[in-house]
């Protein structure tokens, strides 16, 4: 752990939580007559007591307030979840993600050709029926309301750069605000919700790379312009099938397609999985879709001298990196917990959960990386829970916060780190470093 990090990661949180609240407050007007319950006060409690519990009730947040010397009722409190606490919970957590900023070290070889590597993806949250106006759901067996949070998570940064949250029945493809800010030099790593012609367009023309699976029967060209047999293609290769290809008849866009057949076993759970998923709508799987189970088929435009056609496989798998986001997000913090049938309640919640991972990601950015091993967010953010009191008192003074920070870090290298040596299983960082012989994190 480097002095420095640790002196500017307690500046910053300190002047996050006891200055950038009392800013907001000023412009989203929290307080609009007299009242003892400010900003501060609201949002530091309701983040600490969605840290240490995210299902907290009203009334365990009023004991909280009450040992700040402040005296509310449940239903005082019920009243100030409103508008304007859901406006500066939403813009604190903005202030968040600005504020929360880690430099951007490339550890792994593989990726040092990119200025970053970027993953989205989205998870719903189910909300109580009376909210369906508000934000409409999927409906059928899934909720009649909901929210859909949509995340672009810097791997490399190994923080959160951007959320919105959209109603539950969006569907991905219909999202496009992450093309509003594409980076040059940076790789964007989507599933299939997000194939979309225009997005590979964006991407490519702001010269920055995308690895996408293939959505099929999406019509590929071949160089004379002509539709490539996919499966015929297949049936003739191995292990990896390799071709430029073309996206399409009007935009032409030259691409790599690349395929990499997949284990046995990997193939049979995917088959279950399709067969389970069309059974629910009387359907059955079709010879093609059987043949394609067998492989994983990914479109490129990073050029094979950045990326060999093998380790487009392996870098693609990068992506279950923002799966174990949300796994976080959910299992730990307690997104999809919802406390109250309020919509600005529920609002104010997510925004302060959110905030308790972004911090967290922000303060163990120095251990990210620790003697050739990754830390465990997930062990992290429990050890957090466990002590999240001794935190926020710890931000009434900064030698204090400063001594929590390395007494806190000091514990996750000891007990929070993911295994170095695993035989049966590598972790994706490790098979990333074995496609070129790294052999440690620098």
């Known amino acids: 752990m480097q002095g420095k990090n640790l002196s500017e990661i307690c500046s910053t949180v300190m002047n996050f939580f006891n200055k950038r609240v009392k800013g907001l407050d000023k412009t989203v007007k929290f307080?609009?007559?007299?009242?003892?319950?400010?900003?501060?006060?609201?949002?530091?409690?309701?983040i600490s007591g969605c840290l240490s519990d995210p299902t907290i009730s009203l009334e365990r947040l009023c004991k909280l307030i009450k040992e700040r010397g402040i005296k509310i009722s449940k239903q005082g409190l019920h009243q100030r979840f409103n508008r304007e606490a859901s406006t500066l919970m939403e813009n604190l957590f903005i202030d968040s993600l600005q504020q929360f900023q880690t430099e951007k070290r490339v550890m792994i070889d593989l990726l040092k050709p990119f200025s970053?590597?970027?993953?989205?993806?989205?998870?719903?949250?189910?909300?109580?029926?009376?909210?369906?106006?508000?934000?409409?759901?999927?409906?059928g067996s899934a909720s009649e309301a909901g929210l859909k949070i949509q995340v672009l998570y810097d791997y490399v940064q190994g923080q959160v750069d951007e959320v919105t949250m959209t109603e539950g029945c969006r569907s991905d493809q219909?999202?496009?605000?992450?093309?509003?800010?594409?980076?040059?030099?940076?790789?964007?790593?989507?599933?299939?919700?997000?194939?979309?012609l225009k997005t590979f367009v964006t991407i490519q023309a702001n010269e920055a790379y995308f690895i996408s699976r293939y959505l099929y029967p999406s019509k590929l060209l071949d160089k004379n312009d002509e539709a490539l047999d996919l499966l015929g293609e297949l049936r003739k290769a191995e292990f990896y099938f390799a071709k430029k290809v073309r996206l399409s008849e009007k935009e032409k866009i030259e691409i790599r397609l690349i395929a990499h057949r997949l284990p046995d076993?990997?193939?049979?759970?995917?088959?279950?999985?399709?067969?389970?998923?069309?059974?629910?709508?009387?359907?059955?799987?079709?010879?093609a879709t059987l043949e394609l189970a067998h492989w994983s088929l990914y479109i490129t435009n990073v050029p094979d001298t950045m990326l060999k056609d093998e380790q487009i496989h392996w870098v693609y798998s990068l992506r279950w990196q923002i799966e174990l986001f949300f796994k976080l997000c959910k299992s730990e913090a307690g997104i999809d917990k919802v406390s109250g049938k309020r919509s600005d309640r529920i609002v104010c919640e997510i925004y302060a959960k959110l905030i308790c991972v972004v911090t967290l990601l922000y303060v163990c950015f120095p251990i990210r990386w620790h003697e050739n091993q990754e830390l465990s967010f997930y062990k992290a953010y429990k050890a957090l829970k466990l002590r999240a009191c001794d935190?926020?008192?710890?931000?009434?003074?900064?030698?204090?916060?400063?001594?929590?920070?390395?007494?806190?870090?000091?514990?996750?290298?000891?007990?929070?780190?993911?295994?170095?040596?695993?035989?049966?299983?590598?972790?994706?960082?490790q098979k990333l470093m074995d496609t070129t012989g790294q052999e440690v994190l620098v």
Do not use: W
């Open 174 to 196: 219909g999202f496009e605000g992450h093309l509003n800010k594409i980076e040059k030099g940076t790789l964007y790593l989507q599933d299939l919700g997000y194939f979309k």
């Open 116 to 139: 970053t590597v970027q993953l989205r993806d989205s998870s719903g949250i189910s909300l109580p029926a009376s909210l369906k106006n508000l934000y409409k759901g999927c409906g």
């Open 31 to 46: 307080v609009k007559r007299k009242s003892k319950l400010g900003a501060q006060v609201f949002a530091e409690v309701l």
């Open 265 to 287: 076993k990997e193939v049979q759970a995917r088959i279950r999985k399709l067969k389970r998923s069309l059974e629910k709508k009387g359907k059955m799987p079709t010879q």
């Open 391 to 429: 935190f926020f008192k710890a931000l009434k003074s900064s030698y204090r916060l400063m001594e929590f920070i390395k007494t806190f870090l000091s514990d996750l290298e000891d007990f929070s780190l993911k295994d170095k040596y695993r035989k049966k299983r590598r972790l994706t960082y």
